[in-house]
């Protein structure tokens, strides 16, 4: 199994509330990897809950920046892959388990009139993967053992582009 999976493009969609500008809730889909044919795919998707606070709101409320510092749990991690290297065809890949997701965000508001804001999230995940799926065609799968739990940590930086109403 390889890890270096994932370069290309990379998505989120975050639906939540913010309460009163100080802490915000919401469900996170994020999927960062390759697009294209079954040969050439590759990346990792997440959903998770997560959690945010808004330090520079206890400063000033108005500010046209926003800090925020953020964790979660992610329900569902898969770290995918197809292979050719020793099959004749592709073979889908996978780990899946759960996920750690924390970070850092910062956000610059065009104006108050505007719900637009652009902005930089640094995240780091670290996974806890609880199934290795060898052949997803074939459905041929197996448990890690208790003893030795297969982790990882990656970093995921991204421009964001949001939405606020």
């Known amino acids: 199994m390889t890890t270096a999976v994932g370069e290309g493009a990379a998505a989120a969609l975050q639906i939540g509330y913010n309460i009163k500008g100080y802490v915000s809730l919401w469900l996170d889909l994020s999927y960062h990897g390759t697009f294209g044919s079954t040969i050439d795919t590759a990346g990792n998707g997440t959903a998770a809950a997560m959690l945010g606070l808004h330090p520079l709101r206890f400063i000033g409320p108005d500010l046209p920046v926003d800090w925020k510092l953020y964790g979660g749990y992610g329900f569902f991690d898969i770290l995918f892959y197809h292979e050719t290297v020793f099959q004749p065809e592709a073979t889908g890949k996978a780990w899946t388990g759960k996920a750690l997701p924390f970070g850092t965000q910062f956000e610059y508001k065009f104006s108050d009139d505007s719900p637009f804001a652009l902005g930089i999230d640094l995240r780091g995940v670290s996974a806890n993967y609880e199934k290795w799926?060898?052949?997803?065609?074939?459905?041929?799968?197996?448990?890690?053992?208790?003893?030795?739990?297969?982790?990882?940590?990656?970093?995921?930086?991204?421009?964001?582009?949001g939405w606020h109403f």
């Not at 197996?142 to 297969?150: I, L």
């Open 133 to 161: 799926i060898y052949n997803n065609d074939k459905d041929i799968s197996s448990t890690p053992s208790a003893d030795k739990p297969v982790t990882t940590f990656r970093k995921e930086g991204r421009l964001t582009f």
